[in-house]
């Protein structure tokens, strides 16, 4: 009874010996990955859990990759406008008239010459915000600085279309663009 069917087969002639490797082998194989099966699947759950930190991981490194990029992206600009502003400011624009503009509605004055106020109210010169301060600078400079950023150009245009109150006592009389007050 020691005999294995395998050998029982042999001497019998029903089976030669590459055909009985060969069925070992394939025996052999689909033992191990039966009991790989029940590690398969705890694998799968470790490679699912790696995989979505990964995933994760991934999606963070974008996050900040996308955040360093606008905070380039914005010095960038932010050197761009401080470079227009110094390269292209009128000096000697100091007087003894005050021109007032409002700033995110605060009233603010500058103390100009008279030729530099005819400039501003023809809107040759506009006023750009630097930092603390105010400087003047050319329309077309100005309007360069616009495109990258609007916030750095205070613009004194109150020429918006009122609202038609038809009980307004004043409403046939225009505000001139030169007042000064």
Same mark, same amino acid.
């Given at each position: 009874?020691?005999?294995?069917?395998? *050998?029982?087969?042999?001497?019998?002639?029903?089976?030669?010996?590459?055909?009985?490797?060969?069925?070992? $082998?394939?025996? %052999?194989?689909?033992?191990?990955?039966?009991?790989?099966?029940?590690?398969?699947?705890?694998?799968? !759950?470790?490679? +699912? +859990?790696?995989?979505?930190? $990964?995933? *994760?991981?991934?999606?963070?490194?974008?996050?900040?990759?996308?955040?360093?990029?606008?905070?380039? !992206?914005?010095?960038?600009?932010?050197?761009?406008?401080?470079?227009?502003? !110094?390269?292209?400011?009128?000096?000697?624009?100091?007087?003894?008239?005050?021109?007032?503009?409002?700033?995110? /509605?605060?009233?603010?004055?500058?103390?100009?010459?008279?030729?530099?106020? /005819?400039?501003?109210?023809?809107?040759?010169?506009?006023?750009?915000? +630097?930092?603390?301060?105010? &400087? +003047?600078?050319?329309?077309?400079?100005? &309007?360069?600085?616009?495109?990258? *950023? !609007?916030?750095?150009?205070?613009?004194?245009? $109150? @020429? @918006?279309?009122?609202?038609?109150?038809?009980? *307004?006592?004043?409403?046939? %009389?225009?505000?001139? =663009? =030169?007042?000064?007050?």
């Amino acid at each position: 009874m020691g005999n294995s069917l395998f *050998d029982q087969l042999k001497k019998s002639g029903l089976v030669d010996k590459s055909k009985a490797q060969k069925s070992k $082998h394939s025996q %052999y194989k689909s033992q191990k990955q039966k009991s790989k099966k029940g590690v398969a699947v705890q694998l799968d !759950e470790a490679t +699912l +859990l790696a995989n979505r930190a $990964h995933a *994760d991981k991934v999606e963070r490194d974008r996050q900040l990759n996308q955040q360093r990029k606008e905070a380039a !992206e914005h010095a960038a600009i932010t050197a761009q406008i401080r470079q227009l502003i !110094e390269t292209n400011r009128v000096n000697d624009y100091e007087g003894d008239i005050a021109y007032h503009f409002t700033d995110n /509605n605060i009233i603010k004055r500058l103390y100009v010459t008279a030729k530099i106020r /005819n400039h501003l109210s023809a809107k040759l010169l506009a006023i750009a915000k +630097l930092d603390d301060g105010y &400087e +003047l600078v050319p329309m077309p400079v100005a &309007e360069k600085i616009k495109q990258r *950023d !609007e916030r750095c150009i205070i613009t004194n245009d $109150h @020429s @918006s279309e009122p609202d038609d109150n038809q009980d *307004d006592p004043y409403a046939d %009389y225009q505000i001139p =663009d =030169d007042l000064m007050w």
